[in-house]
């Protein structure tokens, strides 16, 4: 299957919460939807895939290149 980024095993198997498993990620108890929790795990995982998540403009940043 070529080079597929690592947040795509997890979020095809379970979603964004098994994201936030997966990563070990930082996490409140309850979020509006399933859209909410995926976006906040993307933020999280920014600066770890900056490659597989972008463009920065999407979460609100500028492009400092």
């Known amino acids: 299957m070529g080079n597929v980024a690592p947040i795509i ?3 095809l198997t379970g979603g ?3 994201m936030i498993w997966a990563f ?3 996490h409140e ?3 509006v939807d399933a ?3 995926c ?3 993307r933020c ?3 600066e770890r895939f900056p490659e597989d998540l972008g463009p920065p403009h999407v979460y609100g940043a ?3 290149n």
């Open 9 to 11: 095993g997890p979020l």
């Open 16 to 18: 964004p919460a098994e």
């Open 24 to 26: 070990d990620l930082p």
């Open 29 to 31: 108890d309850g979020y």
């Open 35 to 37: 859209c909410h929790l």
């Open 39 to 41: 976006y906040e795990a």
């Open 44 to 46: 999280a995982l920014r």
């Open 62 to 64: 500028e492009n400092r």
